[in-house]
């Protein structure tokens, strides 16, 4: 079936610290998009990657696509207190009758003041 | 700026009773969604709804759940017969293709 993976599923970092969260899935994705939730939030889009090898940058966030649009990462520069949730990559599958997004497993990111 | 609203927020009812989730999606967009979040776990997609009919559904959505858009704003998920394990945050989401969706606060049910 179609699934997502992610690691870690959870991480503590001092802030000022780089985290890294990956996604992988079990076939080929049309396009990813990454999602942020807060706690006790909903999940909030951050970005989509469409193109295999694909890189995009938003401020401190740098985002990756894999070449083989199988895999993902999600890459925070000095994190900040604010940087705190449930980081989320939700893949669409090639063949879908629609938009639904298969999310990823997500990785709880905690950051240490 | 525009968003998704869902009602209630909380809703708590006894396992066989019916529940109806209603949200109100953002007004120019063309495609609706239903997710589930069980506690500390993964956001799960349940049906999505385009041009006044469902186009894909998962395997939770089976016979016990429906979806409707009763007038030009409302887009409503029903269960029929809830069971304890349909304890979820449940998301609506919304979008205007392929792009970003815009997901509701969400509705907690707690199934006694």
């Known amino acids: 079936g179609q699934q997502v993976m992610q690691i870690p599923q959870y991480q503590h970092v001092q802030e000022g610290e780089d985290f890294t969260t990956y996604c992988n899935s079990s076939?080929?994705?049309?396009?990813i998009q990454w999602y942020k939730q807060r706690p006790g939030g909903h999940p909030v889009f951050l970005i989509q990657?469409?193109?295999?090898?694909e890189v995009k940058k938003q401020k401190r966030l740098t985002f990756q696509f894999g070449e083989a649009k199988k895999n993902s990462s999600l890459h925070i520069t000095a994190t900040q207190t604010t940087d705190v949730g449930t980081y989320f990559c939700a893949g669409r599958f090639y063949g879908g009758a629609t938009n639904k997004l298969i999310f990823g497993t997500g990785t709880l990111l905690a950051v240490q003041p | 700026e525009p968003e998704v609203t869902q009602t209630p927020s909380h809703q708590v009812t006894q396992m066989g009773q019916e529940v109806i989730l209603r949200c109100v999606p953002i007004?120019?967009?063309?495609?609706f969604y239903w997710y589930r979040q069980i506690l500390g776990q993964k956001v799960e997609f349940l049906v999505s709804?385009?041009?006044?009919?469902?186009?894909?559904k998962s395997e939770i959505f089976d016979d016990q759940f429906s979806v409707e858009r009763p007038d030009g704003s409302n887009f409503t998920l029903k269960i029929r017969s809830t069971k304890l394990e349909d304890s979820a945050m449940y998301f609506c989401?919304?979008?205007?293709?392929?792009?970003?969706?815009?997901f509701g606060p969400g509705t907690r049910l707690t199934v006694l």
């Open positions: 007004s120019n967009h063309l495609y």
């Open positions: 709804f385009y041009n006044n009919e469902i186009s894909e």
């Open positions: 989401a919304s979008s205007t293709g392929t792009g970003e969706q815009f």
């Open positions: 990657l469409v193109k295999s090898g």
């Open positions: 076939t080929t994705l049309s396009n």
